[in-house]
């Protein structure tokens, strides 16, 4: 238990930092720029996010993370808020990020005419279906290994 | 105008939040029965997105209001003549044609309006507009595709998207009368535009009806709260 004044709110930042989102688990929520801040408000955790999509049902799963991840660092004052301004855009993914979804199977956010297959890196896969798995994603089928993919939609 | 007094206010943000939960509430219908994989998926996205939407917009109403009530109390603990929607996203799904008309003409109505609240000077509101326009341009594309290729599809598809259009039409001049003309003029372009690309006649009779706004709903909207509200109703304040 860390007593009052005595908060390392660099520590706690890192362990915030390294939260992963549950639908894309090798993405952590700073790489997916959903996070905004961490703050030390008298003693209090402060951690502020901001949604991708406005129904996005993995919100609720990361603030509980959020906490947990506080929790560890032996800190148990602790509060998430949700700001929807500025809204989040996929130009917050970090380079990182975009590596790293590639490499997971899934094409980062382009333009939908400059999409490449994650796998084979050929161009003009069709679009099967506008809607994905997850709010971000949609259905795409590459045209030459003929394997289907998800696209993190542009937004 | 957009009201300015601070009960207004709370009014408005009730209203948007209801027509996108009573919307969100009748896509979610379709979950397990659309026509395809792909269409469910989909649907449930949409209804997501709108649900989002009214969740954000409740809880900004309750810190506005300032006696402490929550996205649920709004959401769930209210009686239908205290519901501000539209009377055109209660209306049942029909097929699925009646299901594309009907997000079209919601879509074409939340595209200017998102596009002039997101420049609000009231910051939350305005960062929810900001979401949610962006949201509403992708929903629109879906809709505006399906509308054109049921009515300039089959000889059936284009039937039942005429019969979509004869039946809801009587629900649009609600969509943009306490709003800016500017609305009713960019929703009449952006449907004239699809309309006339899927061959789609608009009616000619001029009966209308509103009311939603003022509470005063069809016949749909207390079915609809019934199955919604039930389990606060039965276990209040229950949570997950």
């Known amino acids: 238990m860390v007593k009052a004044g005595t908060l390392d709110i660099s520590a706690v930042t890192e362990a915030v930092e390294s939260v992963v989102d549950p639908e894309i688990p090798v993405l952590t929520i700073d790489e ?52 929807y301004s500025p809204a989040w855009t996929t130009d917050w993914i970090s380079e ?6 590639a490499e997971f199977g899934i094409a980062p956010p382009t333009a939908l005419q400059e999409v490449v297959c994650p796998r084979c890196a050929a161009d ?13 994603k949609a259905l795409m089928v590459c045209s030459s290994c003929g394997e289907p993919f998800d696209y993190f939609k542009s937004h | 105008m957009p009201p300015q007094d601070p009960d207004d206010r709370v009014s408005a943000l009730l ?28 649907l449930g996205n949409i209804a997501l997105d709108h649900l989002g939407v009214a969740r954000a917009l409740y809880t900004h109403a309750g810190d506005l209001q300032g006696e402490g009530r929550g996205e649920d109390d709004l959401a769930l603990g209210r009686e239908e003549r205290d519901y501000l929607n539209l009377l055109l996203v209660e209306q049942p799904n029909g097929d699925f044609a009646r299901t594309m008309v009907r997000q079209l003409f919601f879509d074409a109505y939340q595209t200017p309006l998102w596009e002039d609240l997101s420049a609000s000077d009231a910051p939350v509101l305005a960062g929810i507009a900001a979401k949610a326009a962006k949201e509403t ?39 943009t009368e306490d709003d800016r003309a500017s609305y009713r003029d960019e929703w009449e372009r952006l449907v004239g535009a699809v309309l006339g690309e899927a061959k789609l006649e608009v009616p000619e009779d001029p009966y209308q009806r509103t009311g939603g706004r003022h509470g005063y709903h069809t016949e749909h909207l207390g079915y609809l709260l019934a199955e919604m509200q039930w389990m606060q109703r039965s276990y209040p304040e229950m949570k997950w």
Request: proline share 3%; hydrophobic share 40%; with cysteine.
């Open chain 2, 15 to 42: 209203a948007h939040a209801d027509d996108n939960l009573v919307l969100a509430q009748r896509l979610g219908e379709w979950i397990a029965s659309a026509p395809e994989l792909e269409i469910d998926i989909a």
């Open chain 1, 32 to 83: 997916l720029g959903i996070l905004r801040s961490v703050a030390d408000e008298d003693g209090r955790v402060v951690v502020t996010i901001t949604p991708t999509y406005s129904g996005c049902p993995a919100m609720r799963q990361i603030e509980d993370d959020i906490v947990a991840a506080v929790r560890r660092r032996g800190v148990h004052d602790v509060e998430v808020r949700t700001t």
């Open chain 1, 124 to 136: 003009s896969p069709r679009l099967v279906a506008r809607f994905g798995s997850t709010a971000c």
């Open chain 2, 137 to 175: 341009a992708y929903h629109l594309q879906y809709s505006s595709s399906w509308v054109i290729r049921l009515g300039d599809g089959t000889e059936e598809s284009h039937r039942r998207a005429q019969d979509a259009v004869g039946a809801l039409w009587r629900f649009t001049s609600e969509l």
């Open chain 1, 96 to 101: 990182e990020g975009h590596r790293k979804l």
